[in-house]
């Protein structure tokens, strides 16, 4: 008899290490990984991942980039909703992770895998994620997570491996970092208290500029197209771009105190200069090119949809309902952004668009005005505030004063 096929999550990492020997030589599965690279993985990173499931033993392993995707299925939307999680994160890693799940349930349905893994424990969201997906994409497959359903240390990990002649460096690293195209997380011992925040030496970009410097952001209908003279094909190269730029200052750092989808609350650290400028720029711009109407309306669908993205519903039609009011509101987000480059901190200088709606010819606000007239105004500040006037006469009549 063959032997069922397990399609694990692999980032190369100790629990997904652990999980290949586990799953193929204890549970007995023909073991075939998948890496997602969602923009944090460089072509040595990719190589040096795919040596270790060989080394491992899997039947087979594949790498699929999937960063454009990431962008136009997931950041896109982001960015048109201007989406800071607690006015604070970008997201960085939950996004990511639908990204990465998605990819996962499409490879398992492809290879007609029985079961699918990951190394999810048994304390975080990405448990939470990675299984709502695939139950929705993948009904009735076997979900296998063997740190969770084992409740393994560390120590544990490793000693296991150490049986089996696993050979790799099982020093562990003072602080978790996760990469990706919007943004990186950090966590250490700094995180897991509620005072405190990261040492420099924590942070993956180190700062070296010292100087200033200003960018140009250019947006067509809501997406970066250019940063300052440089046009790119696609916006995951402009981010990336920017990142490379702005980085260096230390632009985007900060810590992420959140709500956990199992009830919980946890802080992380994260660094993203590009997404950040990406997003502020994108609000500024926004703040002259949309009503007032258009704007609040958006804020309050954006912010259902990150939370709603953040707990794993990414696959809930209401979220394509809400993209198309997003996408829809794009259709004038057309214009440039000026932003200063400091040390640890940026500023908006301003923006210029052809849709910019502070035109001069329609009057300066707090100076004149060339669309009205004093009595105008006289008039309409009578019947706009008309029923809040009868509110208060009536009331006041019946009360006696």
Same mark, same amino acid.
């Given at each position: ?126 448990? *939470?994620?990675?299984?709502? /997906? ?5 009904? $009735?497959? %076997?979900?296998?997570? #063997?740190?969770?359903? &084992? @409740? ?104 992420? *105190?959140?709500?956990?989808? /199992? ?5 992380? $650290?994260? %660094?993203?200069?590009? #997404?950040?400028?990406? &997003? @502020? ?121």
């Amino acid at each position: 008899m063959s032997k069922k096929k397990v399609v694990l999550a692999f980032s190369g990492g100790l629990d997904t290490s652990y999980c290949v020997k586990y799953l193929g030589e204890e549970k007995g599965f023909e073991v075939h990984t998948i890496t997602v690279n969602t923009g944090g993985f460089n072509e040595q990173e990719i190589q040096e991942i795919e040596t270790r499931a060989r080394t491992l033993g899997v039947a087979s392993h594949k790498t699929v980039d999937e960063t454009r995707n990431y962008y136009d299925k997931v950041i896109r939307y982001l960015v048109y909703g201007n989406i800071l999680k607690n006015n604070t994160y970008p997201l960085s890693v939950s996004a990511e992770r639908m990204s990465q799940a998605l990819a996962v349930a499409t490879y398992a349905r492809e290879v007609k895998a029985d079961a699918v893994a990951h190394g999810s424990t048994g304390a975080g969201n990405d448990q *939470v994620r990675f299984d709502m /997906i695939l139950n929705i994409l993948v009904p $009735g497959i %076997e979900i296998i997570t #063997p740190i969770r359903e &084992l @409740k393994l240390s560390r120590e544990e990990e490793i000693a296991y491996l150490q049986s089996k002649g696993v050979q790799m460096n099982f020093t562990k690293a003072m602080y978790s970092v996760n990469k990706g195209i919007w943004g990186t997380s950090v966590g250490g011992k700094e995180t897991l208290k509620s005072l405190g925040t990261l040492p420099e030496e924590a942070w993956p970009t180190q700062v070296t500029q010292t100087g200033t410097e200003t960018v140009t952001l250019a947006f067509e209908k809501g997406e970066l197209k250019k940063v300052n003279d440089k046009a790119f094909a696609h916006p995951t190269e402009a981010i990336q771009y920017l990142q490379g730029i702005a980085g260096p200052y230390g632009i985007g750092r900060d810590i992420h *105190v959140g709500d956990t989808i /199992i009830g919980i609350k946890g802080r992380v $650290g994260f %660094e993203a200069a590009a #997404p950040m400028l990406v &997003l @502020k720029g994108h609000h500024a711009l926004e703040k002259h090119v949309l009503t007032k109407w258009q704007l609040s309306w958006k804020d309050q669908l954006a912010q259902f949809y990150g939370n709603w993205l953040h707990e794993g519903q990414y696959l809930d039609p209401i979220m394509r309902d809400i993209e198309a009011f997003l996408t829809n509101s794009q259709q004038h987000v057309t214009g440039t952004v000026q932003i200063q480059l400091h040390p640890y901190r940026y500023q908006v200088l301003g923006i210029e668009s052809a849709y910019d709606l502070m035109s001069a010819k329609f009057g300066k606000y707090g100076e004149m005005n060339l669309g009205w007239t004093g009595d105008d105004v006289i008039g309409f500040t009578k019947i706009f505030g008309n029923q809040t006037a009868i509110y208060h006469q009536v009331k006041a009549d019946v009360d006696g004063h």
